[in-house]
Every structure is written in structure tokens, then in C-alpha cells.
């Protein structure tokens, strides 16, 4: 019994200190050492890490450690989103909805916003489930349609997410 306990301390010893490089690409982060995170993230997002795309395309976006540059950002959250990376997906249509240059980078900045919510929402990320639901409420980028819109606040809801819970009572004392 007790070589089994110091086996698993052992371990958990040594697990600690072989932390891969999005790990301390993670912990430099954290700390604000911006530009030292950047040097980390970059060729790990250049080898298709998709984790290391969405944390260099949230850096470019936020201008961490490098000039504040949207079309960069789009390009690195669209990398990871295509890779199935859920909060990627959901910038996606942040940048999108809300962004003053990735809106110029598509024909219709709505619709690609409803699109990637849409995947990220799919997805259960409660807070695209939210803005699916208001893209739908009002009729941007989708067809507007209360009850798909009550849906997705509804999933949202259901998550805890607090907006979402007075939207769907909103919109089911409105009928």
C-alpha cells in the first residue's frame, strides 16, 4: 500500500514537469508576458495546433503582444475553427458581428456570423446559443423566426447563461 502511494506522488511529480509547449505557451500567457507567449503560440499554430491558432488569433485580435490586427486574427480563429475548436468558432462570429474589419473581409458579415454561432452553438457553447438566438429574434444573417430563437435561448437557459433565461420569458411573454 504504501509503494503504491509513493508511485502515484512519484508520478504526479513527474507529470508536472513535462508540460507540453501550448502548456507553457498557457502559464507565459497567464503571466502577461504577451510577446514571450506570442514566440510559444506561433509555430505551434503554424503546425496546426488548433488551440495554439485560437489563442494566437485572440492575441492579434486583443493586440497582446502584437499590433491589434482583425484580418490576422480571422484568418488564425478560422484555422482552429475549421479544426473543430469550439471557442474559435464562437470568436469567429464575434469578429464578425461586431468586428470593424473582419465585417469588410465577407459579403455579408451577418450571415457568417449566424453561421459559425450556429457551429459553435451545435457545438453547446452556451454563449453562441445565446447570440444565435438574438441573431434569429431580430432576423440578422438567418430568417428571423421567434421560435428558433426561443430554441437557442432556451439551450442557452438551460446552461445557466442569465440573459439568456430573461430573453427566452421575453420572448414567450410576446406571444
Same mark, same amino acid.
Given at each position: 500500500?504504501?509503494? $503504491? ?6 508520478? $504526479? ?5 513535462? $508540460? ?17 507567449a ?7 499554430a ?12 485572440m ?35 464575434? $469578429? ?12 455579408d ?17 452556451m ?15 438567418v430568417q ?18 442569465a440573459?439568456?433565461k ?10
Open positions: 500500500m504504501r509503494i $503504491a502511494m509513493l508511485v502515484v506522488v512519484w508520478l $504526479a511529480l513527474i507529470s508536472n514537469g513535462f $508540460a507540453g509547449p501550448l502548456e507553457d505557451g498557457v502559464k507565459v500567457y497567464d503571466s502577461g508576458n504577451y510577446p514571450h506570442i514566440e510559444i503560440f506561433k509555430p505551434l503554424a503546425q496546426g495546433d488548433a488551440k495554439a491558432q485560437y489563442r494566437l488569433g492575441m492579434y485580435y486583443n493586440g497582446q503582444g502584437v499590433p491589434e490586427d482583425e484580418k490576422l486574427a480571422v484568418t488564425w480563429l478560422m484555422r482552429a475553427a475549421k479544426q473543430g475548436n469550439v471557442d474559435a468558432m464562437f470568436e469567429l462570429g464575434n $469578429a464578425y458581428l461586431v468586428g470593424s474589419q473582419s465585417s469588410k473581409l465577407v459579403e458579415p451577418d450571415r457568417e456570423a449566424a453561421i459559425w454561432f450556429h457551429e459553435a452553438a451545435r457545438a453547446g457553447n454563449n453562441a446559443q445565446y447570440y444565435l438566438g438574438l441573431l434569429f429574434l431580430a432576423g440578422n444573417g428571423q423566426s421567434r421560435a428558433e430563437a426561443e430554441f437557442w435561448f432556451g439551450k442557452a437557459a438551460a446552461q445557466g447563461h440573459e439568456a430573461r430573453a427566452i420569458q421575453d420572448v414567450k411573454s410576446k406571444k
